[in-house]
């Protein structure tokens, strides 16, 4: 390894004073993207700081409507939640699908919402879902967090501190995983509330996205038939070794389908 | 891999062209870019820190403009070595045409990109998407500072 500076704070505050002070800092959470990057030395922050020692990052609780999940919760501990599986079991399942078993002991929820990978699961389940995430400074809406590859609202500094998922009427998760990876080639998050279907689709494209025409149909008769001659433009979707785009925009209807299937066996 | 789009420009053809051979518009719509400059005729020595997600590496190489055909169109060529990262090789061909009586101007470009070394091996499934962003940011600057 080459030298950085090591910090480990215990509260947001200090960790946002260090990262201000720092020459060209980075947050560790759980650090399955962070590590693999300076290993290769396609990083190299000249300081770590890393947030295991904030106990404010942690926990998971019901709030009235909302489900609430510390950042720095690793995908293990969602996935065999008992309150997540009773509240919100697409997220439970979805967190069990994640990577493989060291992955799940070691990522974290707040760590791959932040990052934003174009083909990470938890994104879907934000913006599907129509999340609201608590940074130390704010409070961001789903609709307004994703911008971009690798890109989403949060400034320079800012910490993700919890995401609060209203509970849906139902909901599902559907992907097609990397065979190797377990990323999501595509994955589709699909929940209702109230008569109102939101529906979110990661891995297809550079960022997470909502699909309206998939939303407007499903609202209007919930049935797998109502999507069946849906196809989506593939212009805007990845195109790389593992799937051409016109085959990912295949997918998006294919693991939608799945989805609305799924939700029509909960009773 | 490669990288089609247009994007219109409120401005002249003749005006574009310049902003497309003036280093310093060239060197603040790069993103990321620390250094843009003239080495000989048609030869820039470009510094440039690339950030996409996790990633971060500093890139130092060298563009040349050739097939130059004012102010309708120009190959930029740019290769350049980001240290263990890897490299990354990059032609593109860019032409204009002029709309609307000459107040606004259709660029076109077309990106064929290489990447090797690590970025290629680790960031396969990531790199047409980071060179997509990297070249639309790059444009959407270039279009918006022409147009004021």
Known sequence: MYDFN????????????????????????????????????????????????????EGIKSESDELVIGALTNHDEVATSALVSSEIPSIAKLASNIGDAQVRNRGTIGGSIANSDPAADYPAA??????????????????????????????????????KFPKPDKSAYQKLPNPASR???????????????????????????????????????????????????????????HASAAYRASLCVVMAKRAVADMLKIS | MIIEEKQEIAASPEKVWQGLNNPETLRSCLPGCEEFELLGANKFLVVMQAKIGPVKAKFK???????????????????????????????????????????????????????????????????????????????????QELSV
């Open chain 1, 6 to 57: 090591y910090h480990r704070p215990t509260s947001l505050d200090q960790a946002f004073e260090i990262f201000s002070n720092s020459e060209d800092a980075s947050y560790l959470a759980g650090g399955h993207t962070l590590l693999p990057s300076m290993k290769q030395r396609l990083a190299a922050p000249t300081d770590i700081i890393d947030l295991g020692g904030i106990s404010s990052l």
């Open chain 1, 183 to 241: 990323y999501a080639v595509v994955g589709v998050f699909i929940a209702s509330r109230n008569g109102s279907v939101r529906v979110a689709i990661t891995g297809a494209a550079p960022s997470v996205f909502r699909a309206p025409e998939l939303e407007s149909r499903l609202s209007e008769s919930f049935s797998v038939e109502a999507i069946e001659n849906v196809t989506l433009e593939s212009e805007l979707m990845n195109d790389d070794m």
């Open chain 2, 61 to 143: 190489g060298e563009i040349e403009l050739d097939d130059i055909n004012p102010p309708n169109s120009y190959t930029i060529t740019g290769s350049g070595k980001g240290g263990v990262a890897g490299f990354a090789k990059g032609v593109a061909r860019v032409s204009l045409a002029s709309l609307n009586n000459g107040d606004v101007t259709e660029m076109n470009y077309r990106i064929e990109v290489t990447v090797g070394g690590k970025l290629a091996q680790v960031g396969s499934r990531l790199v047409s998407g980071a060179a997509k962003k990297l070249a639309g940011q790059f444009f959407e600057k270039f279009g």
């Open chain 1, 126 to 163: 934000v913006l599907g879902l129509g999340a609201r995430l608590v940074t130390n400074k704010r409070v961001i809406k789903a609709d307004d967090f994703f911008v971009d590859m690798f890109e989403t609202a949060l400034e320079e500094g800012e910490i993700l501190q919890e995401i």
